[in-house]
């Protein structure tokens, strides 16, 4: 287990400075924070909850976007994060669907991943994260092929630069990547297309998903299955769930106190794949108000405290 970080539980650090604690490096714990006001504002709302890492949406979550992108606050952005050694990712909108049979919906989500990779490259951010959609019905393999070329146009629309990360889901109403074997076959079909693309795992999707997070056994399970994959994750939503394991239902908890628990989390920190790469926070805190100073804390406290 990862040596103790912090003296007190919930305590946070900000700004990040990365060291090494008797030879181990602790996990990196972000989360994802309001863009609301101009995006370079999500700098200090990050360092204001103590996290070390941030996620932000560039356009609004549910809404089509509007506008150029704002290229002054998205390099005040990039200048901020430099500046506090903070790593950055961007969430493409919920809306974008590549797998959809819808071809408006097809195209509006090629603007929404285009922009999300463009907005990336211009704020200095470290992955596009981007749900790969739902065949509604279909089936996986009648839908592979559209989700990797819809995702190449994107992410070229966007000037290729920064990789996309693929994340997994909780699978219900045909969403894709739910398991191992559609996750690795996209990241493989991406990369012989020659987009620069990596995984991005969520927790509590997993759980719901049927890896009982929870148990020594679902996450020795967990890190079996998706072998071939750990290797190219490259961030981690480190939602925990108040849906039980098996559910496929997507509803995100605040650290420890949903069904993965402090355990599970403990657990899931001792696979090296995961541990190298920053932990992010996209859950309720108070009221929805999203990830709190608590919140930050308590998950730094679980995952790097012996």
């Given at each position: 287990?990862?040596?103790?970080l912090l003296?007190?539980p919930?305590?946070?650090q900000?700004p990040?400075?990365p060291r090494?604690i008797?030879?181990?490096r602790p996990?990196?714990v972000?989360?994802q924070?309001?863009?609301?006001g101009g995006v370079?504002n999500a700098?200090?709302?990050?360092?204001?909850?103590?996290?070390?890492?941030?996620?932000?949406?560039?356009?609004?979550?549910?809404r089509?976007?509007?506008?150029?992108?704002p290229h002054?606050?998205?390099?005040?952005?990039r200048?901020l994060?430099?500046r506090?050694?903070?790593?950055?990712?961007?969430?493409?909108p919920?809306?974008?669907?590549?797998?959809?049979?819808?071809?408006?919906l097809?195209?509006?989500?090629?603007e929404?991943?285009?922009?999300?990779?463009?907005a990336s490259s211009?704020a200095?951010?470290?992955g596009?994260v981007v749900h790969?959609?739902?065949h509604?019905?279909?089936?996986?393999?009648?839908v592979?092929e559209?989700?990797?070329?819809?995702?190449?146009?994107a992410?070229r629309?966007?000037g290729?630069?920064?990789?996309l990360?693929i994340e997994?889901?909780?699978?219900a109403?045909?969403?894709l990547?739910?398991?191992?074997?559609?996750?690795s076959?996209?990241l493989?079909?991406?990369?012989?297309?020659?987009v620069?693309?990596?995984?991005c795992i969520d927790?509590?999707?997993?759980?719901?998903?049927?890896?009982?997070?929870?148990t020594?056994?679902?996450?020795d399970?967990?890190?079996?299955d998706?072998?071939l994959?750990?290797p190219?994750?490259?961030?981690?939503?480190?939602?925990?769930?108040?849906?039980r394991?098996?559910?496929?239902?997507?509803?995100?908890?605040?650290p420890?106190a949903g069904t993965?628990g402090?355990?599970g989390?403990r657990m899931l920190a001792e696979?090296p794949?995961?541990?190298r790469?920053?932990?992010?926070?996209?859950?309720?805190?108070?009221?929805?108000?999203g990830?709190?100073?608590?919140?930050?804390?308590?998950?730094?406290?679980?995952l790097?405290?012996?």
């Open positions: 287990m990862r040596p103790h003296s007190v919930g305590a946070v900000a990040y400075r090494t008797g030879g181990v996990i990196v972000g989360a924070v309001s863009a609301a370079s700098a200090e709302r990050a360092l204001g909850v103590g996290a070390r890492a941030v996620q932000i949406f560039v356009d609004q979550n549910r089509y976007p509007r506008g150029p992108l002054d606050e998205l390099e005040r952005l200048a994060l430099r506090h050694r903070l790593p950055g990712y961007v969430h493409v919920y809306l974008a669907n590549v797998a959809t049979a819808d071809d408006i097809r195209t509006r989500s090629i929404m991943i285009a922009r999300a990779v463009d211009r200095g951010l470290r596009v790969p959609g739902s509604r019905g279909r089936g996986f393999d009648a592979r559209q989700v990797v070329l819809t995702l190449a146009e992410w629309d966007g290729g630069r920064i990789p990360l997994n889901t909780a699978g109403g045909g969403h990547a739910a398991v191992p074997s559609e996750m076959i996209l493989g079909e991406l990369r012989a297309a020659g620069r693309c990596g995984a927790l509590s999707h997993a759980h719901a998903q049927g890896w009982d997070l929870a020594r056994q679902g996450v399970r967990f890190q079996s998706w072998r994959v750990l190219r994750v490259r961030l981690v939503h480190a939602n925990d769930s108040s849906a394991a098996g559910s496929r239902h997507d509803r995100h908890a605040n420890g993965i402090a355990r989390f696979i794949q995961l541990a790469v920053p932990w992010i926070l996209e859950v309720p805190g108070k009221d929805h108000s990830p709190r100073r608590i919140d930050v804390g308590r998950l730094d406290h679980i790097n405290t012996p």
